[in-house]
Every structure is written in structure tokens, then in C-alpha cells.
């Protein structure tokens, strides 16, 4: 059973930016800020917090005790098996949670404390302070930790991480195809993830940054092709796609060791690293497809291995798309990008 995880912010902020900051991870999402009660007055949030205040939601305290309507806990510094030990002993005396500070050795300790308390009730937050080791937090023993506390004073950062819990969600809508033609050969991009894909499973592929189409991954197979389950033939080498951290990049900078978005047909998106890059040259298709006043294209593979998703969840070639066809894509209205990040009211169009 999947653990109800959360990732909780610790705002790296100064006073003056703590609003329009605590603003920006409250509508990604983010439910609880490690931060004094006292600093959120006068400021209009949701978050619960988690402090050494009684004026907390999740109270950290020196000892085990009970608030009416708080969640208790306490925080350890992690640097033997004996402070391992103290953990479970005050756990066993009725905590809500604990917060786990651990330096050099990460995995091992947080493996031993999360295998000891995992028939108990208390949760177990562990502190981070750069995205990697919110992953490495969330994935040890597969089962991972309950929430992290990461540090930061970046939004895309905290887009970055959500990924990692699988809570990341993008909106994908029917576009409409308005066109099909045959553009010649081109060089296009297979990429080869080390993860395996499932059914319904691809990547966001377009020619404009704000229109991307989902690409279906090589799971299917056929009577002439094996199945490949670890791959997107995603489209041209000039073609977008996102990143974990909400920045684009072109399918021609993508190589081993690059980290892409996965995202199924419901828009619920995970992160895959690339194992390989394979660029060549084939016959290609050009396709535009419409959302609402948005029109996108994209310079696909001209084979019948490669699909889009269909609104009701088929799969359908590229080669037996046809005008009037809706597929899924994502769309939003344009914006500047300087090196794949977005800029806020930078004129732009992009044909």
C-alpha cells in the first residue's frame, strides 16, 4: 500500500518575500511549511506549520507529552545506532511523528529507523536540503519516508520534487488535428529511458514550448516490431519537451544520464532518466493540432510505431491520424523562455 507522503516546505525566504513564496507552493500544492506561527500573521494561507511553537499544528517538543488537537513530535540528530534506539523508544510512547536529521551516512540510518517504526503509528520526516536528497529520502526501502522537509528558496525546485511523489499533475485536453502532411526525412530522436513504461505512459513532445503533445511510449509492439517498453520515439531533434523542473529542453540536447518527465493519460507525471539518445535520420510528418485559440505542431516519425494518446485513453498511429482526429495534448498560453525557463511578459511567437 502507498504511503500518503508530503513534502513540506521550509522557506529559505526573507520576511518581505514569505507571502507571495508561501502563495506560489500553496497553489502547487503543498500543504504543511516548517515555520514560526508568529511569521505567518497578517498573511492569508491554508498551510499548516510544523515548529517548536504550541501555536503549530505539528508541535516539535523536547518530550513526549499531549496537545489537544496538535500532532507531537520530536526532532534527533541521527549519528549512532544508539540514537536510533531513542528514537524508537520515544515513538513507542505515543509521538505523532518524528523529524530525522541525519549528515554522512543517510541511507542506511533512515533504513533501520524506518524498518523499526514501520508497524508503528509514528511518521518519520526526514530533512533535506537540495532536490537529490528528496529523492534519495523518498525512495529508500521503496516504501520511503512519510515527508520531507526540504529547504529552499525556489519554487521550481519544489515543481522539481513533486515529481518524486507522483503528485505532480498536468492538464491535458483534446486538440483537434488540422493538418497531416509529409515533410521529407528529417533526423528524429528515439529516447531510451531506464524505466519502464506502462500502457497509456509517454512524453510531452511539441515544436512550441506551450503546445505539447502526449507521445506514447513503444510498449505495444507488433506483428513486425518487438515491444520496447523503455522508449519514446518522441519526434524531431528541434522538438521541446519538459523537464522535472518545469524547464524545456530540445529532444537534441537530451543524453545519458538526463532526467525527462513521464506523464500517463490522466497528466499524472514521474520522472525517468535517460539511458540513451538515439538520433537518425527517417521519413517525417508534420501534424497541427488546435486547443481553443492555441494551435501547436509537432515533426513526428512517418511509422506506424508511433502513437498518441486518444481522449478515451487509445492509442492511435500517426499514420492513420486524419483532420477532424482529437489526441491528447498540453496546452497554455505562450511565454518568453531564456535557456528553457519561462520569462513572464517576454513577447514571443513562435509559427
Same mark, same amino acid.
Given at each position: ?8 516546505i521550509?522557506?529559505?525566504v526573507s520576511?518581505?518575500?514569505l507571502?507571495k513564496?508561501l502563495?506560489?507552493?500553496?497553489s502547487e500544492?503543498?500543504k504543511i511549511?516548517n515555520?514560526?506561527p508568529?511569521?505567518l500573521r497578517?498573511?492569508r494561507? +491554508?498551510l %499548516? ?5 504550541q $501555536?503549530?499544528s505539528y508541535v516539535?517538543v523536547?518530550?513526549p ?7 507531537i513530535?520530536m ?11 531513542d528514537?524508537?523508544k520515544? =515513538?513507542?510512547?505515543g509521538l505523532d511523528?518524528v ?6 551516512w ?5 533504513e ?6 514501520h +508497524? ?6 526526514a530533512t533535506?536540503k537540495?532536490p537529490?536528497e528528496?529523492?534519495?529520502m523518498f $525512495?529508500?526501502?521503496?516504501?520511503g519516508?512519510?515527508g520531507?522537509?526540504? %529547504?529552499?528558496?525556489s519554487i521550481?525546485e ?5 515529481v518524486?511523489l507522483g503528485?505532480?499533475?498536468f492538464?491535458l485536453k %483534446? ?5 497531416i ?6 533526423e528524429r530522436?528515439?529516447?531510451?529511458t531506464a524505466s ?10 511539441g515544436?512550441?514550448?506551450n503546445?505539447?503533445f ?8 507488433s506483428s513486425f516490431t518487438s515491444?520496447?517498453?523503455?522508449r519514446?520515439?518522441a519526434g =524531431?531533434v ?5 523537464s522535472?523542473?518545469g524547464t524545456t +529542453?530540445y529532444?537534441s540536447?537530451?543524453?545519458t544520464?538526463?532526467e525527462?518527465l513521464i ?23 508534420m501534424?497541427k493540432?488546435?486547443?481553443?485559440n492555441?494551435?501547436g505542431g509537432?515533426? =513526428?516519425?512517418n511509422?506506424?510505431t508511433?502513437?498518441?494518446?486518444k ?5 492511435? $498511429?500517426?499514420t ?5 482526429d482529437?489526441v491528447?495534448a ?7 523562455r531564456?535557456?528553457g525557463?519561462?520569462v513572464d511578459?517576454e513577447?514571443?511567437?513562435e509559427?
Amino acid at each position: 500500500m502507498t504511503k500518503n507522503r508530503e513534502l513540506i516546505i521550509s522557506p529559505k525566504v526573507s520576511r518581505g518575500q514569505l507571502g507571495k513564496f508561501l502563495a506560489e507552493i500553496e497553489s502547487e500544492g503543498i500543504k504543511i511549511v516548517n515555520v514560526d506561527p508568529q511569521n505567518l500573521r497578517g498573511l492569508r494561507t +491554508k498551510l %499548516s506549520t510544523l515548529y517548536t511553537s504550541q $501555536s503549530a499544528s505539528y508541535v516539535i517538543v523536547d518530550r513526549p507529552t499531549k496537545s489537544k488537537g496538535k500532532k507531537i513530535g520530536m526532532r534527533f540528530k541521527v549519528l549512532s545506532n544508539h540514537d536510533i534506539e531513542d528514537i524508537l523508544k520515544f =515513538a513507542k510512547m505515543g509521538l505523532d511523528f518524528v523529524v530525522v536529521d541525519v549528515t554522512d551516512w543517510k541511507i542506511i540510518p533512515l533504513e533501520n529507523i524506518i524498518a523499526k517504526l514501520h +508497524k508503528l503509528h509514528t511518521k518519520v520526516f526526514a530533512t533535506a536540503k537540495n532536490p537529490d536528497e528528496v529523492r534519495k529520502m523518498f $525512495s529508500i526501502l521503496e516504501i520511503g519516508v512519510d515527508g520531507v522537509i526540504f %529547504s529552499t528558496n525556489s519554487i521550481n525546485e519544489v515543481r522539481e520534487v513533486l515529481v518524486y511523489l507522483g503528485t505532480k499533475n498536468f492538464e491535458l485536453k %483534446s486538440a483537434k488535428i488540422l493538418e497531416i502532411k509529409e515533410v521529407g526525412n528529417g533526423e528524429r530522436v528515439c529516447v531510451d529511458t531506464a524505466s519502464m513504461l506502462g500502457r497509456g505512459e509517454g512524453m510531452l513532445i511539441g515544436s512550441r514550448s506551450n503546445f505539447l503533445f502526449l507521445v506514447h511510449n513503444e510498449s505495444v509492439g507488433s506483428s513486425f516490431t518487438s515491444p520496447r517498453p523503455f522508449r519514446v520515439n518522441a519526434g =524531431a531533434v528541434h522538438c521541446y519537451t519538459l523537464s522535472p523542473d518545469g524547464t524545456t +529542453k530540445y529532444l537534441s540536447e537530451l543524453e545519458t544520464g538526463s532526467e525527462v518527465l513521464i506523464l500517463d493519460s490522466h497528466g499524472r507525471a514521474r520522472r525517468a532518466t535517460v539511458g540513451r539518445s538515439k538520433i537518425e535520420s527517417r521519413p517525417m510528418l508534420m501534424i497541427k493540432a488546435q486547443i481553443g485559440n492555441e494551435i501547436g505542431g509537432i515533426i =513526428a516519425q512517418n511509422a506506424e510505431t508511433i502513437r498518441f494518446v486518444k481522449p478515451n485513453g487509445h492509442l492511435i $498511429s500517426v499514420t492513420h491520424l486524419k483532420k477532424g482526429d482529437t489526441v491528447l495534448a498540453h496546452a497554455k498560453i505562450a511565454t518568453g523562455r531564456h535557456f528553457g525557463m519561462e520569462v513572464d511578459d517576454e513577447y514571443i511567437v513562435e509559427k
